[in-house]
T-cell receptor
Framework: AQTVTQSQPEMSVQEAETVTLSCTYDTSENNYYLFWYKQPPSRQMILVIRQEAYKQQNATENRFSVNFQKAAKSFSLKISDSQLGDTAMYFCAFMKHDKTGKYIFGTGTRLKVLA | DTAVSQTPKYLVTQMGNDKSIKCEQNLGHDTMYWYKQDSKKFLKIMFSYNNKELIINETVPNRFSPKSPDKAHLNLHINSLELGDSAVYFC??????????????FGPGTRLTVL
């Protein structure tokens, strides 16, 4: 069975600085997808970034980028130029490429951006 | 033009009651999901339907029953509510499971409080 681990329950970062959130996962699958979702206090789940396991190139979305290390089963999220609006819970999610499309979520990292 | 909507957003009820949460998506997606987020923010899949067919049924008490009248709707009915059912319930949807990565779009969540 797949598992997803986020080892940092809470983190803080100064506005405009860079922070990295870690995520590791365990799977025997070769074809899968990884996601980072953001959940602000409004509790809406918002997709931040996604990565296909077959792609070696790390995904980037504006200030958000990932460091995907397939062999190490690691999928960290880097937030550059942190903004107050980045304050939220961040969840890493794993989905294997099968008919279910089921997400396995990590336990989340609460990020606080300080002014 | 809400993509995934849930009603109600808040639900407070007594132990032993029966309640329903409704979910609708206007994205034309084929697959819909129910997740439960507990008090520690842990998100776990409960059910998934694809074109009105049940494809995921995790270890969930029989008191929980999903119903999908059409592919745009997935409702969750809960019988004999217990204190431990208090949580936030999220509905989500995604495009066909075989059409590449399966980004899931989430509803705003329903906070259920059982007294």
């Amino acid at each position: 069975a797949q598992t997803v681990t986020q080892s940092q329950p809470e983190m803080s970062v100064q506005e405009a600085e860079t922070v990295t959130l870690s995520c590791t996962y365990d799977t025997s699958e070769n074809n899968y997808y990884l996601f980072w979702y953001k959940q602000p206090p409004s509790r809406q789940m918002i997709l931040v970034i996604r990565q296909e396991a077959y792609k070696q190139q790390n995904a980037t979305e504006n200030r958000f980028s990932v460091n995907f290390q397939k062999a190490a089963k690691s999928f960290s999220l880097k937030i550059s130029d942190s903004q107050l609006g980045d304050t939220a819970m961040y969840f890493c999610a794993f989905m294997k490429h099968d008919k279910t499309g089921k997400y396995i979520f990590g336990t989340g990292t609460r990020l606080k951006v300080l002014a | 033009d809400t993509a995934v909507s849930q009603t109600p957003k808040y639900l407070v009820t007594q132990m032993g009651n029966d309640k329903s949460i409704k979910c609708e998506q206007n994205l034309g997606h084929d697959t819909m999901y129910w997740y439960k987020q507990d008090s520690k923010k842990f998100l776990k899949i409960m059910f998934s339907y694809n074109n009105k067919e049940l494809i995921i049924n995790e270890t969930v008490p029989n008191r929980f029953s999903p119903k999908s009248p059409d592919k745009a709707h997935l409702n969750l009915h809960i019988n004999s509510l217990e204190l431990g059912d208090s949580a936030v319930y999220f509905c989500a949807s995604s495009q066909d499971k075989l059409a590449g990565y399966n980004e899931q779009f989430f509803g705003p969540g329903t906070r259920l409080t059982v007294l």
